[in-house]
């Protein structure tokens, strides 16, 4: 069986080309396993995995509930573990223009900050701060917050305030307005949101790190790829996840996010 996945992915390789990167017997297992079907092109495994995997409009990822089979959850895990959504990924670079550091809840905002930390003591240097944020409200139920705070973008500067080398770096934080779906529902700014708010300000090109998470930087990398122009140098960072403390739903809904941009960006070149 492994030796027909094998040929299978060859085979869409040569068909499709590059377009087809993401598109291994990895994936091709976990698709069967969770039962999606596809034709075997990039856009029709992105289309059915967005339609099957991507949570839904409005709910937040502390929000969905982990109902998949032990052999679902075992399929998801070992895709993951394949293509290092859980591994810390390190920078390429000792210098960089920008530091982009991507909002979310407050906690994950200040282990990014606490990463951006480390590395500037540890030698490394940055031109300028960005701080993406989205005008989120903040929930008590998941998140812990200053008094005084509102929104992501609120606690986003008050984190980055704290830290002793904020004295050091121009920073700048745009946080992005709430939208309306299609439905006229309010729902928070995506990631791609922000780096369109922060490019209509006219930045100059340069050497971007951007800083996320683990499982998030395969999304995050590709979205970043797709909106900010190519005359940015563009590399996303991200300290390791724990396997054990993750949601195999939200993992899957991570994965076809990934896989939607990824088909997106191949189109757009």
């Known amino acids: 069986m492994k030796n027909i996945i094998l040929c299978f992915w060859l085979f869409c390789s040569a ?27 990039p856009q029709s495994i992105a289309a059915a995995v967005t339609t099957r995997w991507a949570r839904p409009a409005g709910k937040e990822r502390w929000e969905v509930e982990d109902t998949l089979t032990a052999t679902q959850r075992e399929a998801v895990f070992n895709f993951c573990h394949q293509q290092h959504f859980f591994d810390e990924i390190t920078p390429t670079q000792k210098k960089y223009n920008y530091a982009l ?19 500037v003591e540890s030698g490394f240097e940055f031109g300028e701060v960005v701080l993406l944020a989205g005008a989120r409200p903040l929930d008590s139920r998941v998140e812990s917050f200053p008094e005084g705070c509102k929104t992501e973008g609120d606690a986003f ?73 190519k005359e940015f140098i563009m590399e996303t960072i991200g300290i ?16 076809a996010a990934w896989i939607s941009y990824e088909v997106k960006q191949s189109i757009s070149n």
């Open 15 to 41: 068909l499709f080309g590059s377009e087809s990167s993401f598109v291994t017997p990895d994936l091709l297992q976990l698709l069967k396993v969770m039962d999606v079907p596809h034709d075997g092109t």
């Open 101 to 119: 550091i991507l909002g979310g809840t407050v906690g994950r905002m200040e282990k990014r900050i606490e990463h951006f930390v480390r590395l």
């Open 157 to 229: 500067i008050g984190l980055w305030k704290a830290q002793n080398v904020s004295k050091k770096f121009n920073c700048r934080l745009f946080e992005a307005r709430m939208m309306l779906t299609s439905e006229g529902l309010p729902r928070r700014p995506t990631t791609s949101d922000t780096y369109l708010y922060w490019l209509s300000t006219g930045p100059a090109p340069g050497s971007c790190l951007i800083f996320s998470n683990q499982p998030y930087c395969h999304y995050q990398n590709a979205v970043a790829q797709l909106f900010i122009p």
């Open 240 to 255: 390791r996840a724990d396997p054990s403390v993750q949601n195999a739903v939200v993992l899957l809904d991570t994965i």
